[in-house]
Each structure stands twice: as C-alpha cells, then as structure tokens.
C-alpha cells in the first residue's frame, strides 16, 4: 500500500514538473522566439537538472509539439467538418478549404511549427517525427489527390504529390515565400491550389 501511495506521488509530481516546464517555455518562446530559447536556458528558468528536462523532453522540437498537441485535433476536426460539407465539391475546391485552413493555423502558431520542424538533418522530411499533424495532414493530401484520378494510388502519384505539398508548407519554404517573395497567405494558397491541382499533360503534349 505505502508503495502504490509512493507510486502516486512520484507520477504527481512528474505531471507537476512536465506542466511547469510547458509554462516556462511558453513564456519565453513568447518573449524571444523559439529559435533563441534553448533547452538550457528552459531548464535554468524552471530551476530544474537538464537531466529533468530530458526525461520529459528529447528535444525542443517535442517540447514544442506538445505545447500544440492539444490545439490539433481541432484543426483536424474543423477539416473534416468542411470536407463532410463540400462532399461533393470538385477535390480543387477542398484542396483550397484544406490548405486554407493548414496556413490559418501555420500563421497562428508559426514560431511553434519552427520548433516542431527543428528535426535532425537524417530527417528532412516536414514534421517528419511522424506525429498526427504530418500523418493526418499527408492523409487528407492524398486522398484529394486520388479523387483527382484514382489510378495515383496505384501509381505512388498522389503520394508524391502529398509529400512534396508538404515540403512546401514546411517553414523554411512558408517563411520565404511570406518575407522573400513577399506573398501573402492568400497568395500563397492560391499559388500552391494552381501548382498542385494543374492537369497533368497528356501523352500527346509532353515533350520529346
């Protein structure tokens, strides 16, 4: 009995510190930007070991997952809610309900998604950790796609056209395109429905 009580204050006081960590970092990703805070600097304004922090946290990127791992879900479920709306819409027009609704919540939590997509360099791939925000996205991606021309699934078509929608919604791409180019998320939306959903040529057109 006195174990299982001892078992209880220790998952606790796990849950205490996870929380107080999240507050610290959000604090200062507010105050300085994601990509100046480091893991140390967390662990010093929450007056905890490093070695703490790394039992609750691998990385900053997954620090920065979980401070928007709540919020996704809603994300999704609002996807779906216009997807169910607009069943039989034409997939150009979900695609932009889709990415209208990706870039709204890219511009909301930017300096999170920089932190979400801060990943090892053996992993290029956008938000390649593999968590619901790349896989559900990618899913959806797809399945528009394949409404296109059903053969893409046979043919891996449409989840290359996924994987490199996804590549241009990663930040570095996102961010040069809003402070290089100078386009806004309008824009840019309306340039990634253009690119993505053009016809494919025909035998007959392609050159040589």
Request: some cysteine; charged content about 30%; hydrophobic content about 40%.
């Amino acid at each position: 009995m006195q174990g299982e009580e001892e078992g209880k204050a220790i998952r606790r006081d796990a849950a205490k510190n996870r929380l107080h960590i999240l507050e610290v970092a959000s604090v200062l990703f507010s105050q300085q930007g994601v990509e100046q805070v480091s893991m140390n600097q967390i662990a010093m304004e929450a007056q905890i070991g490093s070695g703490t922090l790394y039992r609750h946290f691998r990385d900053k990127s997954e620090l920065c997952y979980a401070l928007i791992n709540d919020q996704i879900p809603f994300l999704f479920e609002d996807m779906d809610d216009f997807l169910a709306e607009h069943a039989k819409e034409p997939p150009n027009q979900k695609l932009e309900g889709v990415l209208k609704r990706f870039l709204r919540f890219r511009e909301t939590k930017r300096n999170l998604l920089f932190g979400v997509e801060e990943i090892p360099s053996k992993k290029p791939m956008a938000f390649s950790h593999q968590n619901p925000l790349f896989d559900q996205m990618h899913a959806l991606l797809m399945a528009i796609f394949q409404e296109v021309d059903p053969s893409e699934q046979a043919t891996g078509t449409s989840e290359f056209k996924a994987d490199l929608l996804m590549m241009a919604l990663r930040r570095d791409a996102y961010e040069f395109q809003r402070e290089i180019r100078g386009r806004s998320p309008d824009e840019i939306l309306q340039q990634l429905c253009q690119t993505f959903m053009a016809q494919p040529l025909t035998t007959d057109e392609r050159e040589p």
